[in-house]
């Protein structure tokens, strides 16, 4: 982190907010057939895209309302990958230091075919020479033919294994993306159901062992392939009932399939075995995943389970608060891309001040806005509700242990920067036993 970066993260929370976020989504098209994506490409959609004047003026206003990060999200961003390109360029003009974008990998297809090194090598040059901070690359599965018949990119992960140290080269070190779903085993956990087992305790216990399995053969498969960096988004899946109660998805990155749905039972489980080896893998591996955040994750299913386990205090996400997203469709700001009632028109005209500081929304699991919103909260409730911190500090001590840990983590990570390599011997710290090895 710059000096200026701290010193506006100091002047945001005694405001009580945090660093402000936007995700532009620029277009909902899509090369390919992932069945948790609503987006994919034989989805019955409207297809849009946003103009480039459109998500000019919104960098413009972003970088004068002093937001600090922006993603420039699809659909598949990079089936625009020239405009891509200038506009992480304009973002960076605008004042915008924290700059992301990624992909479904598709343009890594054909590694076999001549020329592929120079042309993923021009490529990597291109966006290099852009302000762009960091570049994921999405991977559903440990196994690499499970995941390329999910997304249907033949090939794809030996081109990624290809173009990674080209990356590397050109000072770019992309960060994987796991969309976690039911095959990230593969067929061991694609195959596991609970009416093969005698109980329900049963099941579930199979159920952890799994995928904790699964998560660490993914974890240690990326780190062979060349990863620095990794993120989970957690499983996100959401019914429009048509009725004015929950959510109703603008970013149609949710779908209905059973591939992404889970019991509030298995939750628990899943986050306890992706939190297990978030701790294993860390000391190799960036993980951005916190474990405060899975900690209170947990808890949240728990309490809510026939015999729930103790209530704990979770931050309310700043998404519509400190967060926004912009949706292809028609441009507008909405909190986040699942609480598509909330329409907040353009993101120019949008007063910032004017928004509840005490954001309360826990409607959903996924980790782009939760996760920042939790880490930021003992920051602003220390400052702005010191009451409140010194309650979840005697409730859940817990939470600070894992809290504290995962900043000074996130340190020795360099905060993620995708533009430096990993200093392993600062993560080497993290190993609970000594330095690991994958």
Known sequence: MTLLSVLKTVTCLAKDRVPGQLVIQITNQCNATCPQCGMRKTADIRRTRLEADVIRQLLDAAGEKGVQAVSFTGGEPLLYLDLVMELISHAGRAGIPYIRTGTNGFL???????????????????LAATPLRNFWISLDSAVPKVHEQMRGLPDVVRGIETAIPIFHDAGIFPSVNLGINRLVGGPSTRDLHRKGFSSDTAYLEAFYQRFHAAFDRFFRQVTRMGFTIANTCYPMSIEDTGSEDGLQAVYAATAGEAVVR?????????????AANVTRHRPYLRIFTPLSALHTLIAQ???????????VETAGCRGGTDYFFIGSDDGHTYPCGYRGREDLGPFPDLDLHALNPVPDCRQCDWECFRDPSELFSPLLDALHRPKRVLKRISHDPRFFSLWQKDLRYYAACGYFN???????????????????TC
Do not use: N
Request: hydrophobic letters at 35%; proline letters at 11%.
């Open 262 to 274: 889970f019991t509030r039972e298995e939750k628990v489980a899943l986050y306890q075995a992706l």
């Open 418 to 436: 995708g533009r430096k390599p990993s200093a392993l011997s600062r993560l080497a710290w993290f190993a609970p036993t000594g330095p690991k």
């Open 301 to 311: 299913h728990q309490a809510l389970l026939p015999s729930p386990g103790p209530a």
């Open 108 to 126: 890594f297809c054909g590694s076999r075919q001549p020329g592929f090194r120079d042309r993923i090598k021009a490529m990597a040059d291109k």
